[in-house]
């Protein structure tokens, strides 16, 4: 500015009309930052399978969010200065409206919450029907935001598919949880919901069981199909269960993802496919998703796997990796007449390139797809 000509002057208008519009959104985020942590809250760190943290925040503060939403979480014990964005992976009327999040061990803060997070014993007899947790340690957490969750509103299509990769499912869960809790209150479009998630082990499966049985007991009430398609990428053993899975096997061992998976190809035709009731009450035989869905697979005959139906919903665990051409046409295809179908994404970047290379090429082939694709990054 200081070698602008005498006639230019005029021109430095355009410089401070910036710098007062940035200088204004630092002061509005400061001032909600304070609030926000005028009393801060308190995390209770839960270790999970896979190398991950589930992250249960107890706030006064922040009470409204929306599905898809974000914060950057600052726990001063494990780095003063130093905050670590993720993706609420609850809603305002679950958890008891607490924030949750999972996030991977990597390393430095990660790595650091994972190695202090400690076991917790839940509170029975709670009023609630969400799980209540006691923990003898919380540790002071600062929360930034919440941002972003501002894709369009899923319950407003006739079919959704949500479809996650590892940690991916923070996006979609809450989205799926949004769903059945307002399909209680007030009446809804949607006629069907499904979910497909891709981990590398099935121990990854206990992450959301307790929340993945209420939505099914919410989604059946409200007359609403719900299916969820669980593959398993990377487990020998869960491979070895099927007695056929060898050729799939020999797939997910040749994995060579650090983290998250990213592989993307079609489940091995002889991989074993195992429905599991979540809703059972009309079954032959119930099976309680409170039990660890690993050792429900053990129990079962190597050569005959068992399959039940429930009245509303099921829950399939597969060997392999999803083919999502298949997968998404045949959602496409299943009611012509139906309304707009709404598909979310959220994993690696081999997932949700390959979602939005399948989409691109169904258009026009029916019904129309919308798609909100959330990739890892930062």
């Not at 909600?32 to 006064?60: D, Q």
């Not at 991977?104 to 209540?132: D, K, W, Y």
């Not at 592989?263 to 409170?290: D, N």
């Not at 399939?316 to 707009?340: T, V, W």
Request: glycine share 10%; proline share 6%.
């Amino acid at each position: 500015m200081l070698h602008l000509p005498s006639t230019a002057l005029y021109s430095r208008v355009y410089i401070w009309i910036p710098i007062g519009i940035y200088l204004f959104e630092r002061c509005l985020r400061t001032l909600c930052y304070a609030y926000n942590n005028i009393r801060p809250g308190r995390a209770t760190l839960i270790p999970l399978p896979g190398g991950v943290t589930k992250i249960i925040v107890s706030t006064r503060q922040v009470k409204s969010w929306t599905p898809g939403s974000f914060v950057l979480l600052s726990l001063p014990r494990f780095g003063i200065g130093q905050s670590h964005p993720g993706t609420i992976a609850s809603i305002p009327s679950s958890h008891e409206g607490k924030l949750v999040f999972y996030l991977r061990a990597h390393h430095g803060f990660t790595s650091r919450i994972q190695a202090n997070a400690s076991t917790v014993s839940l509170v029975e007899g709670t009023a609630s029907p969400e799980p209540s947790y006691a923990s003898k340690s919380t540790h002071i957490a600062l929360i930034d935001g919440p941002y972003g969750g501002k894709q369009l509103d899923f319950a407003s299509f006739t079919s959704v598919l949500l479809i996650a990769g590892s940690t991916g499912v923070t996006f979609t869960l809450p989205i799926l949880l949004d769903i059945a809790f307002r399909a209680q209150k007030q009446n809804l479009p949607v006629q069907e919901v499904t979910f497909i998630w891709t981990v590398k082990t099935s121990g990854c499966t206990s992450w959301i069981e307790p929340e993945l049985k209420n939505v099914s007991d919410e989604l059946a009430k409200a007359g609403i199909a719900f299916s969820v398609k669980i593959f398993v990428t990377a487990d020998e053993e869960f491979v070895e269960s099927g007695g056929e899975g060898q050729d799939s096997l020999v797939q997910t061992a040749n994995c060579q993802c650090s983290g998250e998976c990213s592989c993307i190809g079609p489940v091995a035709e002889s991989s074993p496919g195992i429905a599991l009731t979540v809703e059972g009450k009309t079954s032959t035989e119930e099976i309680h998703t409170q039990e660890p869905i690993k050792q429900v697979l053990k129990e079962k005959s190597k050569d005959e796997p068992p399959a039940y139906s429930g009245r509303k919903s099921a829950l399939m665990l597969r060997a392999g990796r999803p083919d999502l051409s298949s997968i998404i046409s045949e959602e496409q295809n299943k009611g012509q007449e139906l309304g707009e179908m709404g598909v979310a994404v959220c994993g690696p970047v081999g997932l949700t390139a390959e979602t939005r290379r399948v989409v691109a090429g169904l258009e026009g082939k029916g019904r129309d797809i919308y798609l909100h694709a959330e990739s890892f990054g930062w």
